[in-house]
């Protein structure tokens, strides 16, 4: 029902900054809870950062103070602001959303119906 397009990856230094985009095909972001996670090679997809349908922020621990989400409801954008990246940020980034998940719910994958088809980061040292 929903489809996410990401985009804005690609390779950076380490100390450097990127900004990821996520469009969606329907005006959705002031009702939908939208995250975003990542997937280096041989992990598993873990949590970055969320913002709920009632307007509250979620980051991982390895990304706070360095990651910033937000909406833009005017454009149906979602963007990640990354910055002070390392190489162990490497991985490729999804955008998911959902309807109305708050609290814990906002970081497990699971919960999530909707997903792009990732876009590529790459840190060097």
């Known amino acids: 029902q929903v489809q996410l397009v990401e985009s804005g990856g690609g390779l950076v230094q380490a100390g450097g900054s990127l900004r990821l985009s996520c469009a969606a095909s329907?005006?959705?972001?002031?009702?939908?809870?939208m995250g975003w996670f990542r997937q280096a090679p041989g992990k598993e997809r873990e949590f970055v950062a969320a913002?709920?349908?009632?307007?509250?922020?979620y980051y991982a621990d390895s990304v706070k103070g360095r990651f910033t989400i937000s909406v833009d409801n005017a454009k149906n954008t979602m963007a990640l602001q990354m910055m002070s990246l390392k190489p162990e940020d490497t991985a490729v980034y999804y955008c998911?959303?959902?309807?109305?998940?708050?609290?814990?719910?906002?970081?497990?994958?699971?919960?999530?119906?909707?997903w792009g088809q990732g876009t590529q980061v790459t840190v060097s040292s």
């Open positions: 998911a959303a959902d309807r109305f998940l708050s609290g814990v719910a906002t970081m497990e994958s699971g919960k999530y119906d909707y």
């Open positions: 329907a005006r959705t972001f002031s009702r939908y809870t």
């Open positions: 913002i709920s349908w009632s307007g509250g922020t």
